[in-house]
């Protein structure tokens, strides 16, 4: 996938365990008063990581900075997009980077992420269509099947 993000291949590889426990650190150091930028490092470094549950901390934290801190937003949406599409929610990942794209039309970023939501939607979508084909397919032989054998009797 990394070969696929030429400007966001830095979001595809994890931080190594000793990073992201130094941004882990200074979160849990500052508690009730964690700065905006504390959070954002550490919703950052959660984002890239491989573990899902990890992954989906780092959205729930990128979350509550859109929300809470407006001058932050622009910031936060390309890695809600890039934390969304890793997690498989590929609308939210879609709203947030076109909300990206509308304020920054040349984000090269934004860009090749939007190839990759929409490869995968598109992918993911024949998938689908091709299991319900499939089930729909061994329903009708079953079915074919059971009402031969009761024909017969």
Known sequence: MGSNLPYAADAESPLKPAELQV?????????????????FNFA???????????????VRLLSEIFRTAP????????YLALGNYKLGN????????????E???????????????????AKEGLVGIAIVGGVALAAG??????????RRR
């Not at 950052?44 to 780092?58: A, D, M, V």
Request: with cysteine; hydrophobic share 30%; net charge positive.
């Open 103 to 121: 304020h920054e039309p040349q984000n090269l970023q934004a860009a090749s992420l939007r190839t990759l939501i929409d490869d995968k939607v």
């Open 44 to 58: 950052w470094g959660l984002i890239k990581s491989n573990i899902r549950s990890e992954q989906q901390e780092g």
């Open 23 to 39: 941004l882990r650190a200074q979160y849990e150091k500052e508690g009730d008063y964690v700065g905006v930028q504390t959070k």
């Open 71 to 78: 001058e932050r937003r622009r910031e936060c949406l390309y």
């Open 141 to 150: 032989l079953v079915g074919g099947m059971l009402f031969k054998g009761t």
């Open 90 to 101: 590929y609308a939210e990942a879609r709203r947030y980077n076109d909300l990206l794209i």
